[in-house]
């Protein structure tokens, strides 16, 4: 029964590996890679640029027009980079999709 179950894991291991091989291979899938790569580095950049041009991310604010909206923002401003991400990840994914 251990023999059997090993040489069960041992095909199962060489379709996956064989799966991984032909995505590897693929243009699509290099594509798909640059998109991810470029999607997170224009998310960081995005990120820094907001963080240090909207001073209610950077400090709390203490007073000011709609004080209450500018804190929640700052309770949230830990929240923008994943936001960003997930969005330049899904505009990734559309463009793709169109090619």
């Known amino acids: 029964m251990n023999s059997e179950m090993t040489e069960n894991l041992r095909a199962q291991s060489l379709v996956l590996l064989d799966q991984l091989l032909e995505w590897a291979m693929?243009?699509?899938?290099?594509a798909q890679i640059?998109?991810?790569v470029v999607?997170?580095?224009?998310?960081?950049?995005?990120t820094k640029?907001?963080?240090n041009r909207v001073s209610f991310l950077r400090e709390e604010p203490k007073s000011g027009r709609f004080l209450?909206?500018?804190k929640l923002l700052f309770a949230a401003a830990g929240l923008l980079r994943p936001v960003l991400i997930v969005t330049a990840l899904a505009l990734a994914a559309q463009v793709l999709d169109a090619s």
């Open 26 to 30: 693929s243009p699509q899938f290099y």
């Open 39 to 46: 999607a997170l580095i224009v998310a960081q950049f995005a």
């Open 68 to 70: 209450v909206v500018q």
């Open 34 to 36: 640059g998109a991810i």
């Open 49 to 51: 640029a907001i963080h």
